[in-house]
């Protein structure tokens, strides 16, 4: 099975700020990369696929990138409505398998 | 416009059986693969299976962990999809969500995912 680690686990900011978070795959998943957006109480909402394709109606502060078993999630400028917990999903393989989040959080 | 919708959670007690359902609409249902998630409190995702749409001959994959327990159904008639639960254990207390898979070579991503309805397992 295909383990995926994010780091970091909290990432504190403030508005405005550009922020990444890297996802690391414990063998190459190519480009089989989703990331996913969620708010307490709320379900997850796909961000990006394939590692850098942006989903519809996504606003553009967010991108993705790398391949391999490297990937990162970049807001270009954080708006008060980013602050969620952000996870990655490989689906190279099954059993389908996400990091274990990072908490975007308030400085 | 895409919706899904949840139904059948509640509380249960360890070894009985639970099944839930995800009701869709907005879509042409029998063409996607249809995906089970789960979130214990306070936890991160866990994926819990899927079933594949007739263009894929609505095949089934588990994780581990619910492999032999969760069983995965559908009636495209309905369009609804079913999470049956035997055997349940504590552990499989979680926020229970339904989605959409869009195929890729392999596997699955997922894009759009219901509200979510919660199975709490204890005696």
């Known amino acids: 099975d295909i383990q995926m680690t994010q780091s970091p686990s909290t990432l504190s900011a403030s508005v405005g700020d550009r922020v990444t978070i890297t996802c690391r795959a414990s063998?190459?998943?190519?480009?089989?990369l989703a990331w996913y957006q969620q708010k307490p109480g709320k379900a997850p909402n796909l961000l990006i696929y394939?590692?850098?394709s942006l989903e519809s109606g996504v606003p553009s502060r967010f991108s993705g990138s790398g391949s391999g078993t490297e990937f990162t999630l970049t807001i270009s400028s954080l708006q008060p409505d980013d602050f969620a917990t952000y996870y990655c999903?490989?689906?190279?393989?099954?059993?389908?398998?996400f990091g274990q989040g990072t908490k975007l959080e308030i400085k | 416009e895409v919706q899904l919708v949840e139904s059948g959670g509640g509380l249960e007690q360890p070894g009985r059986s639970l099944r839930l359902s995800c009701t869709a609409s907005?879509?042409?249902?029998?063409?996607?693969?249809m995906s089970w998630f789960r979130q214990a409190p306070g936890k991160g995702l866990e994926w819990v299976g899927l079933?594949?749409?007739?263009?894929?001959?609505?095949?089934?994959e588990y994780a581990a962990s619910v492999k032999g327990r969760f069983t995965i159904s559908r009636d495209d008639s309905k369009d609804i999809a079913y999470l049956q639960m035997n055997s349940l254990n504590t552990e499989d207390t979680a926020i229970y969500y339904c989605?959409?898979?869009?195929?890729?070579?392999?596997?699955?991503?997922?894009?759009?995912w219901g509200q979510g309805t919660l199975v709490t397992v204890s005696s």
């Open positions: 063998q190459s998943i190519s480009s089989w």
């Open positions: 079933i594949r749409g007739k263009g894929y001959s609505v095949t089934t």
């Open positions: 907005g879509f042409t249902f029998g063409d996607y693969c």
């Open positions: 394939q590692a850098s």
């Open positions: 999903q490989q689906y190279n393989s099954f059993p389908c398998s």
């Open positions: 989605s959409r898979g869009r195929a890729a070579i392999i596997s699955y991503y997922f894009d759009y």
